[in-house]
């Protein structure tokens, strides 16, 4: 099993946290191979999206810097994983869209007076990342367009017909009347 440690950067240049880094890098006697990836600053979810792409193992747990767990954690977590097999199960669903509405419905029923009590939060903030995966989607649709280059057939499907209710209708709009001039 490989660990990687990820190197978060965020246009950071804290000596004392480069200094740690270039230790681990030059350690041969580190007893846990540990990789240490610098790249461009791409914000906290690149960072950890490269961390996670780089590692060889089917777990991975994501601390920040001012995250701490005991020693025993990651065994706990390990050992859990394995006498639970809706634990395993939803783990391996992560990987599969098609069962994305399966595993949350299983969270969603297991953590039920959570949501009930923080329901307008949780729509709220579906609703704030579907926003703004539309807005990325419109803005990319934009840009092709001015490029003069081919939209793909589910974009022009959907410019046809856009979906009515998650703010497809108004993002249709904006772009036959703002992107095509």
């Keep these: 099993m490989k660990r990687i440690c990820g190197y978060e950067s965020r246009g950071s240049t804290d ?12 350690d041969p006697a580190i007893p846990i191979p540990v990789a240490v990836i610098q ?3 791409s914000g906290v ?4 999206n490269t961390g996670i792409r ?9 601390l920040d810097g001012d995250d701490k767990v005991k020693p025993s954690y ?8 394995h006498e639970n097999t809706s634990m395993v199960a939803a783990s391996s669903n992560v990987k599969s869209m098609s069962k994305r509405l399966e595993l ?5 029923r297991k953590h039920n007076q959570s ?3 923080h329901i307008e939060d949780a729509i709220l903030g ?4 579907s926003m703004s995966r539309l807005d990325g989607w419109e803005n990319e649709i934009c840009n092709t367009l001015k490029e003069k280059k081919i939209l793909s057939q589910a974009s022009v499907d959907f410019i046809k017909s856009p979906s009515y209710g998650d703010g497809g209708m108004a993002a249709a709009v904006r772009i036959v009347s703002n992107c095509k001039k």
């Excluded at 949350?104 to 969603?108: A, V, W």
């Design 115 to 117: 949501y009930q009590a």
């Design 104 to 108: 949350m419905r299983f969270i969603i």
């Design 126 to 129: 579906i609703e704030t990342i």
């Design 39 to 41: 790249q461009a600053n």
């Design 45 to 48: 979810s690149t960072a950890r």
């Design 54 to 62: 780089k590692s060889e193992t089917p777990l991975v747990l994501v």
């Design 74 to 81: 990651i065994e706990q977590v390990c050992k859990l994983f």
């Design 15 to 26: 000596k004392h946290s480069l200094d740690i880094l270039n230790t681990i890098k030059a």
